[in-house]
């Protein structure tokens, strides 16, 4: 049985950094994703990593201050976050699934979410 979780949310100033932990009770999958909601938002599929060539993938809207990283000894995917804006005030989680994408519904099975909050 999968179980997944993140953590690591919080309240921040803007500028400052964020690292979420996803860890898993087994990496028996193909990718991971991070995906984040604002409230009245549609869901954003923002980080994808394929587990066998551990290439990610960022959105343009994080592009070049997210970065992902993996503790395959810990089954856990890091989120580093930094440079945080206000507009990345969102609650945020990973997923996992055969299918590494940006599209959320590739993803069956979802931790319960991670809020973070940037002030300006």
């Known amino acids: 049985q999968l179980l997944l979780g993140e953590s690591g949310g919080g309240l921040v100033q803007a500028g400052e950094s964020l690292r979420l932990p996803c860890t898993a009770s087994?990496?028996?999958?193909?990718?991971i994703g991070w995906f984040r909601q604002a409230p009245g938002k549609e869901r954003e599929g923002i980080s994808y990593i394929n587990l066998v060539d551990r290439n990610p993938k960022y959105a343009a809207s994080v592009k070049g201050r997210f970065t992902v990283s993996i503790d395959r000894a810990k089954n856990t995917v890091f989120l580093q976050m930094n440079s945080l804006k206000p507009e990345d005030t969102a609650v945020y989680y990973c997923?996992?699934?055969?299918?590494?994408?940006?599209?959320?519904?590739?993803?069956?099975?979802w931790g319960r979410g991670t809020q973070v909050t940037v002030s300006s």
């Open positions: 087994e990496l028996d999958f193909d990718a």
């Open positions: 997923a996992v699934g055969g299918t590494a994408s940006f599209n959320w519904r590739d993803y069956p099975y």
